[in-house]
């Protein structure tokens, strides 16, 4: 019987990421990833244009393909060479996209997240790393696409500081004798060393820095296009 209403019917296929409303995926209907043009767009130099794909197979499984991406798209860690029939639980990456793919037939979606509760493992373990591996231009847009929150800790050849994000927000910082956004510049000035990021976020800290993300890296390309 069609839904009253001409409402789509309620789909237990779901992408969940914490901190976000689930993405619900319409059984037959593809569902596009990409840079740019798709139904979920991921604004990275990560993400290729046409990144990857879910349709469905004849059972009605959802079918995760990459479509020739650059960076390629990773369920559990490992690259995929072939069309993937996604399972209850599979870890979904697509640049700094992380998310679960879940059946709600297989059991109730775990609940949201609050960002502040997360364990260790849930964000250290994936967020440290050397700066000559992963830039902190790059680092910083991963944190503001995925709505982290937690502490930021940067150990630098010249500098070394710390940044508080809220929902992907930087809220305060500071780096050797430096705080709030100018501590941001500095770190971002560092291209060896060591990263971490975990929870720690301090709620009850004065808040420093008044800018987005994007707005920060714009300013910080231009200083260093101008060598300030």
């Not at 820095?209 to 920060?216: E, K, L, N, R, Y």
């Amino acid at each position: 019987m069609a839904a009253q209403g001409g409402a789509p019917p309620r789909s237990p296929h779901v992408l969940q990421r914490v901190g976000a409303a689930p993405l619900v995926l319409q059984p037959g209907q593809v569902f596009t990833i990409g840079r740019e043009e798709a139904m979920l767009t991921i604004p990275s130099s990560r993400v290729s244009r046409k990144h990857a794909e879910i349709t469905w197979d004849p059972q009605g499984r959802p079918v995760l393909t990459d479509l020739g991406s650059s960076n390629g798209t990773l369920v559990g860690g490992k690259r995929l060479a072939k069309p993937h029939v996604l399972e209850d639980g599979d870890e979904v990456s697509v640049g700094p996209y992380l998310c679960t793919y879940r059946d709600l037939r297989k059991g109730p979606a775990a609940p949201a997240a609050d960002a502040n509760l997360l364990t260790a493992p849930m964000l250290a373990d994936a967020m440290a790393g050397r700066l000559d591996q992963v830039s902190l231009f790059e680092l910083l847009q991963t944190l503001e696409f995925n709505q982290k929150t937690g502490v930021l800790e940067v150990f630098g050849s010249d500098a070394t500081g710390s940044v508080g994000f809220r929902e992907g927000r930087p809220v305060y910082a500071e780096a050797e004798d430096v705080t709030g956004v100018e501590a941001i510049y500095l770190l971002l000035r560092e291209k060896d060393g060591q990263f971490s990021f975990g929870p720690g976020f301090d709620a009850n800290r004065p808040a420093d820095v008044q800018a987005p993300v994007t707005a920060i890296l714009m300013e910080a390309s231009r200083r260093q296009d101008e060598g300030a």
